[in-house]
């Protein structure tokens, strides 16, 4: 039975207060799923490493420090994902071996990058930024991962450089994104984003099925 949730997310730069604020964000974000962790009386942690190396690396401590956790990894894809297998993408891209005694299920990646997220609800990023956004510059993509990794960003600025809030940037703008996202609309155009909600709740329930029969 899963006792304890602690997911190792790449992203927040270097110092403390950006990654306070990003972690606010994934925790707005990942809020329907926190809740369920709450009521089943899970604990649940959020872990925000800096760059995507040191989340591999905190990633691999805590499968030794938490042995008992579920723990997981998540980073960007940084790339088209044309495997079925998250540890085999990166295995390919960035050169990692998939650590002993854990599996696809402990893996888990933003596609291309987190912005994509951003991209899947127009609606949010309207909202957010307000007058001047430009809404005919994002495209309407029913899966926002086939937008190249290096088009992500450049679409969201020129989206957003005429906006009071000025143009989108990544630690000023992306935690406050997060927390207003509609999961299910980014879950809708990102198939690795409902894959990671579908497995925590899939865990979650697990478990509950697991009390209930003890």
Not at 20 to 27: M, Q, R, T, Y
Not at 162 to 191: M, N, R
């Amino acid at each position: 039975m899963v006792k304890e949730i602690r997911i190792y997310i790449e992203g927040g730069g270097d110092s403390k207060n950006t990654k306070k604020l990003i972690k606010e964000g994934f925790a707005g974000f990942l809020k329907p799923i926190a809740d369920i962790a709450r009521n089943q009386k899970i604990k649940w942690d959020i872990i925000i490493c800096g760059t995507r190396n040191n989340a591999f690396r905190d990633f691999k401590n805590a499968l030794k420090s938490h042995p008992d956790a579920f723990n997981i990894l998540l980073v960007d894809a940084e790339a088209p994902v044309k495997i079925n297998s998250p540890w085999e993408h990166l295995k390919l891209r960035d050169n990692w071996d998939k650590p002993a005694g854990v599996d696809d299920n402990n893996c888990h990646l933003m596609v291309q990058t987190m912005e994509a997220w951003f991209i899947a609800d127009i609606a949010t990023l309207k909202k957010f930024y307000g007058q001047g956004f430009k809404e005919n510059a994002v495209p309407k993509n029913a899966n926002v991962e086939i937008i190249a990794k290096d088009n992500l960003e450049r679409i969201l600025k020129t989206a957003t450089g005429s906006t009071t809030k000025g143009e989108y940037h990544k630690i000023k703008h992306a935690y406050k994104l997060l927390e207003l996202l509609d999961v299910d609309q980014v879950c809708q155009a990102s198939p690795y984003c409902d894959r990671l909600f579908t497995t925590l709740t899939s865990k979650m329930t697990v478990s509950t099925s697991n009390t209930d029969a003890e």
